[in-house]
């Protein structure tokens, strides 16, 4: 379910699985206008639905219409996937931090947590996802910046040490030393202008993500990736936040193989 929702390759990778276990069922596009998600929501289990995504802009709203929220996902503060459970009441959850952290772990298998401080830019409901995952993995300093100082100072109060915040204008010193940088704005992103940051400071072997994945290399990934830097971008994280969620519909574990991979990237 979003607002739009057209361009989700989610149908994609669900139906993939769905006909890879022989299940019979379909994963489908759900057009809601805000105005109507309550509605749609409490429809789920009168039209034999076992669940739904929510992407932009219900992930928020979703919160206070489902009858409960698992602990990270109110810890985040956003819900990305509702179980409707056996009778009929539905459950919010949220595995887009699974999903992140999984697409570094594919990137680089040896990558831990707590190897050097973080950089997170941004400080919108992907960024909440991303720090969760972070401080929950082990993560002992996570460098926040956003364009709105004040904004990026009220998550930090909120989640506490690892965080801290440092000024717009501070954001290339800030890489200094750090083991990770991740960018969860749309800067980059088709149609909007490059982030602007340089890469000067940032060790050689620091890690560069990106959550975007269009277009899959945005222009941040491009230059770190002929500085040197092993990077990572949005991809990652959209297939492997369908793995639990789908998990909770079906009780399948799925599996991201290189067969699903091509069958997404065939629809960029």
Sequence with gaps: MGWPVAHSRSP?????????????????????????????????????????????????AAMSLVDRVDSLAHRIGAINTIVVEDDGSLTGRNTDGFGYIQSLLDAQPGWRADT?????????????????????????????????????????????????????????????????????????????????????RLPTQALVSDIIYVPLETPLLRTARLEGHTTVNGLGMLLNQARPAFAAWFAVQ????????AKVMATF
Excluded at 23 to 52: D, I, K, T
Excluded at 254 to 261: E, G, I, R, S
Aim: proline share 6%.
């Design 12 to 60: 994609v990778i669900h139906n993939h699985w769905i006909a890879e276990h022989g299940l019979h069922g379909a994963y489908v596009l759900l057009p809601v206008q805000p105005e109507q998600l309550q509605a749609a929501l409490r429809s789920l289990p009168v039209l034999g639905f076992a669940g739904c995504n929510l992407t932009i802009p219900h992930k928020v």
């Design 116 to 200: 050097g401080p973080t950089v997170v830019l941004g400080s919108g409901g992907a960024a909440r996802a991303v720090i969760v995952s972070l401080i929950d993995s082990g993560a002992t300093e996570i460098r926040l910046i956003n364009r709105s100082v004040a904004k990026a100072h009220d998550m930090a109060q909120e989640f506490g040490e690892p965080v801290c915040v440092v000024a717009w204008e501070d954001r290339h010193d800030a890489l200094e030393g750090a083991a990770l940088m991740v960018n969860t704005t749309n800067q980059g992103m088709h149609g909007e202008a490059a982030l602007d940051i340089r890469l000067e």
């Design 254 to 261: 799925p599996v991201v193989t290189p067969a699903l991979v």
